[in-house]
């Protein structure tokens, strides 16, 4: 296997952010929700939804348009992944590891989040991945049980996912 990443994002979060936990290890956690160009378009299909349907009746309109616009919001809330480390395991969306069962981290700009998910990309690794989060962190696993090499997750704050997984391990 190639190297994970040819590029780093140095850190633009201050070392100290986040609150240590008792024990030393610093928690983290991230909730992967669209930017506003998402919450727009949800926001934008409830209103011509409404719009459409309000030549027919404006009560059955407004009611469907407001159903719409909630139920967007609702399934763009719920169907974001978590990213999380607390209680000494690695959360991503719905896989869960144990901190000590992971390797080296790496965290990606844009462009070697970019590299990771097209030419470098092992089919067996895990991936959480949101279009709309372009950096990440590649994580690789020294678990000699598990066929995935390595775990590519997105993440807003890729500095600050690894400083929590380097935390996490060393306590």
Not at 80 to 97: K, M, N, Y
Not at 134 to 156: E, F, I, K, M, N
């Amino acid at each position: 296997m190639t190297d994970p990443a040819d590029r780093s994002t140095p850190s633009s979060t201050p070392a100290s952010a986040g609150a240590p936990r008792a024990g030393g290890a610093t928690p983290y956690r991230e909730r992967l929700v669209p930017g506003v160009g998402g919450w727009a378009a949800a926001l934008g299909f409830a209103l011509v939804l409404g719009i459409a349907l309000w030549p027919a009746s404006h009560a059955i309109a407004l009611g469907v348009g407001a159903l719409a616009a909630v139920a967007g919001v609702a399934g763009l809330w719920w169907t974001s992944p978590v990213v999380a480390v607390a209680d000494g395991e690695l959360r991503a969306g719905r896989a869960h590891i144990p901190v000590s069962l992971l390797g080296q981290v790496t965290t990606l700009d844009a462009e070697a989040m970019r590299v990771q998910l097209g030419p470098r990309l092992d089919a067996r690794a895990y991936v959480c991945l949101r279009a709309w989060a372009r950096t990440g962190v590649h994580v690789a696993l020294d678990d000699p049980q598990d066929p995935t090499p390595y775990w590519l997750v997105s993440t807003r704050h890729p500095q600050r996912l690894a400083d929590a997984i380097r935390a996490a391990r060393a306590s």
